[in-house]
């Protein structure tokens, strides 16, 4: 059994430990907020564009524009979104196991140390790797969104797939594949197509100015970049929310060890004063 020393000791230091946790805590959550937010008003704009796009595509050729053509190859970059720390729950470990499924010819554009370390660490092929800013940047989206539109032009790649975290609430995120390049898949062709013949039906038909091909044209790399900007946010709301619970949890669990290590140490204490007076007693009985 440990001695009171050591359970004392122990007791300091887990006592420590919470406060640390529970100052990462309120850190993560002054954080998260700010995150949530922007994840959120983001979310409708992004939306929207997604639906003009789909919207467009479904009454054009679309293998006249190269970032909507249909593509015949196996190779496939992955742009990767992980955090830079850890301490953030299964947040980047359920992005591995996501990562473990894909299948096929496989390039990866990491952005996120942990995202970098583990697709080194497998031997797989790293193809560019991006810093992941403190506080989202628009700006910090351009070089990845040029870099992928530029592989996929050059046909060096034939799809691109995005590998994040979206963040659906402050307990609940979620490993998200989503496809990027070509923009549009045949999924989401069949879609429109039952979409189209409803408007027809009810005579309403989308008018867009000057023309679909001139709007898609200028649309389609704000439409990238507006994609990456918006999956940036969803990770940032997704990694200070989970770290926020994680630390939360921490702390918790780091004061229920207090409350049973100062019982422990109380019914050893007790159990020695007990002792105590019961040599004391028998002591005093021996004298009599």
């Known amino acids: 059994m440990a001695s009171l020393k050591e359970i004392r000791a122990r007791t ?31 979310k409708p704009y992004s939306e929207l ?35 830079d720390r850890g301490l953030a729950g299964s947040l980047n470990s359920n992005l591995f196991r996501e990562l473990e499924r894909l299948i096929g010819k496989l390039k990866f554009i990491t952005i996120g140390k942990k995202a970098r370390q583990f697709i080194v660490r497998s031997n797989r092929e790293l193809i560019a790797d991006f810093p992941l800013p403190e506080k ?20 060096n790649i034939d799809q691109v797939h995005i590998l ?4 659906i609430s402050t307990l609940k995120q979620v490993a998200v594949v989503r496809q990027l390049l070509p923009i ?4 989401i062709l ?5 979409e189209s013949v409803k408007q027809e039906k009810l005579g309403v038909e989308p008018l867009f100015e000057p023309d679909p091909d001139i709007v898609l044209e200028a649309i389609l790399p704000q439409y990238i970049l507006m994609e990456l900007y918006q999956i940036l ?9 989970a770290r926020m619970i994680a630390m939360k949890n921490a702390t918790e669990n780091a004061l229920e060890l207090v409350d049973d290590l100062t019982l422990t140490y109380n019914g050893i204490r007790q159990e020695a004063i007990t002792k105590e007076i019961l040599d004391i007693s028998t002591a005093a009985t021996a004298l009599e």
């Open 49 to 83: 564009i997604n639906d003009i796009i789909r919207s467009i595509a479904n009454r054009i050729d679309r293998d006249l524009h190269p970032l909507l053509a249909r593509t015949v190859g196996e190779t496939s970059a992955v742009i990767f979104f992980s955090t």
């Open 233 to 241: 946010l969803e990770e940032k709301a997704s990694e200070h929310s």
């Open 184 to 187: 549009i898949d045949e999924k």
């Open 164 to 167: 994040y975290t979206e963040f």
């Open 190 to 194: 069949a879609e429109l197509a039952k």
């Open 12 to 42: 300091n230091s887990i006592q420590n430990t919470s406060k640390i946790t529970h100052a990462m805590e309120l850190v993560a959550a002054a954080k998260m907020k700010r995150a949530q937010d922007l994840a959120i008003s983001g």
């Open 136 to 155: 989202p940047d628009i700006a910090a989206c351009r070089p990845i969104a040029n870099l992928v539109i530029e592989e996929f032009l050059k046909k």
